[in-house]
């Protein structure tokens, strides 16, 4: 097992109740550069800023090389471990994403079980992906951590059961955290009790803290888009007090 994926799989174990994991959202090598020197143990990307910064729509709109060479970018410029949104997987082949990622350098995925499309999104049936997430396990051993996103928050019945049930079947599948997004915080008692992996919430800034969210049983914390918005938004404020001041020079 790669040192970088060793890393990270132990992170996910051991954590005191409302301690999880905290992974920032990075989206470019100058990002994972920030985070990591603030002293972050590890980074996630986000499909939706790198594809932004590619500029591309989220959604699986980046073309898949895009996507792998900037993962492999990002992935060499920091020394801890790195683990890659690459959504439902371009509708590549589970070995060719296992191999994909494992070239790119990085210790994990994130891989939804939405079907790329028009919105809303159908959803796979559930044995249908968990024989997905299954296949990438075994062609990529021990060697990634594999988060499977649940999407019945975002596009079916948006109740827990559906979440646990989901989580079960790719439990058995050998992945080894489940992300039901969107899952409203006092859900996620009952899925993570009903799933015998780490359970990754996602943080909102009306929602309750990270640590919260470990005391709810979230193993780990990831934040989407947000920190990508939040640091381009002094950006777009920039470029409107450049566009409406007099003169060419920067305001004062």
Not at 6 to 16: E, I, K, S, W
Not at 37 to 64: I, K, M, N, Q, W
Not at 96 to 117: F, H, K, M, T, W
């Amino acid at each position: 097992m790669t040192t970088r994926c060793a890393t990270l799989r132990a992170l996910h174990h051991g954590r005191p109740s409302g301690d999880p994991l905290v992974l920032p959202n990075i989206w470019d090598a100058d990002s994972a550069r920030v985070f990591a020197d603030a002293g972050f143990p590890a980074l996630a990307t986000s499909s939706g800023a790198v594809a932004a910064t590619l500029g591309y729509a989220d959604g699986e709109h980046t073309p898949a090389d895009e996507m792998f060479a900037a993962i492999a970018r990002i992935v060499r410029a920091v020394d801890i471990p790195v683990t890659a949104d690459i959504e439902a997987g371009y509708r590549l082949a589970p070995k060719e994403i296992a191999e994909r990622l494992l070239e790119a350098g990085a210790a994990g995925c994130n891989l939804e079980d939405s079907v790329p499309g028009p919105r809303p999104r159908e959803l796979r049936e559930p044995a249908e992906q968990g024989d997905r997430l299954a296949e990438v396990r075994a062609a990529s051993g021990s060697e990634l951590v594999i988060n499977a996103r649940i999407d019945s928050f975002l596009f079916g019945d948006r109740t827990p059961a559906s979440a646990a049930e989901r989580g079960r079947h790719y439990a058995r599948a050998g992945v080894d955290c489940v992300y039901p997004i969107l899952a409203p915080p006092e859900s996620l008692p009952e899925i993570a009790q009903a799933v015998d992996v780490a359970l990754n919430a996602l943080y909102l800034p009306e929602g309750p803290t990270p640590s919260r969210l470990g005391e709810l049983g979230a193993t780990r914390v990831t934040y989407g888009e947000l920190l990508y918005k939040r640091a381009t938004a002094p950006t777009r404020k920039l470029a409107h007090q450049i566009a409406t001041a007099a003169g060419s020079g920067l305001p004062g």
